[in-house]
């Protein structure tokens, strides 16, 4: 499912679905997009925080357009435990490097590889950024 906020939109004729990552999008370049997700965070089951959400910070290309400080996306990540990668979306390789990341992560966070869970990888994530 992609959203642009939360909570979800409810259908009473469905059961809600089963969210194994949850990708949080923020645009370097808005600062309405760190609100949006700081806003959006309230809707999220703290059990999630346990190795299924990840912040995803996009426009890192373009420091001087910045809009938002850096030291409010690595406290964020720090606040929720959870790691913050940073990509240019706007460069095609990049692009598909951050899709293959986040593809290996849902893996992960979904069960689909065995031995490794979700909150084993995002320590390891955490602790690579810490380095």
Same mark, same amino acid.
């Given at each position: 499912?992609? +959203? $642009?906020? *939360?909570?979800?939109?409810?259908?009473?004729?469905? *059961?809600?679905?089963?969210?194994?990552?949850?990708? #949080?999008?923020?645009?370097?370049?808005?600062?309405?997009?760190?609100? /949006?997700?700081?806003?959006?965070?309230?809707?999220?089951?703290?059990?999630? #925080?346990?190795? &299924?959400?990840? #912040?995803?910070? $996009?426009?890192?290309?373009?420091? !001087?357009?910045?809009?938002?400080?850096? !030291?409010?996306?690595? /406290? *964020?990540?720090?606040?929720?435990?959870?790691?913050?990668? #940073?990509?240019?979306?706007?460069?095609?390789?990049?692009?598909?490097? $951050?899709? &293959?990341?986040?593809?290996?992560?849902?893996?992960?966070? +979904?069960?689909?590889?065995?031995?490794?869970?979700?909150?084993?990888?995002?320590?390891?994530?955490?602790?690579?950024?810490?380095?």
């Amino acid at each position: 499912h992609l +959203a $642009t906020s *939360l909570p979800l939109p409810s259908d009473s004729n469905r *059961l809600p679905p089963k969210i194994d990552l949850i990708v #949080f999008m923020i645009d370097i370049k808005n600062k309405d997009s760190l609100k /949006k997700v700081e806003e959006s965070l309230a809707y999220v089951d703290l059990s999630y #925080f346990l190795g &299924q959400v990840c #912040f995803l910070v $996009t426009g890192v290309g373009r420091v !001087n357009c910045c809009s938002i400080e850096m !030291n409010a996306i690595w /406290k *964020l990540g720090e606040e929720y435990c959870s790691p913050v990668l #940073f990509s240019e979306l706007e460069l095609e390789a990049v692009r598909v490097s $951050t899709a &293959q990341r986040l593809v290996r992560m849902l893996e992960v966070c +979904a069960g689909y590889i065995p031995g490794v869970s979700a909150l084993s990888f995002s320590s390891l994530m955490l602790n690579s950024a810490d380095v």
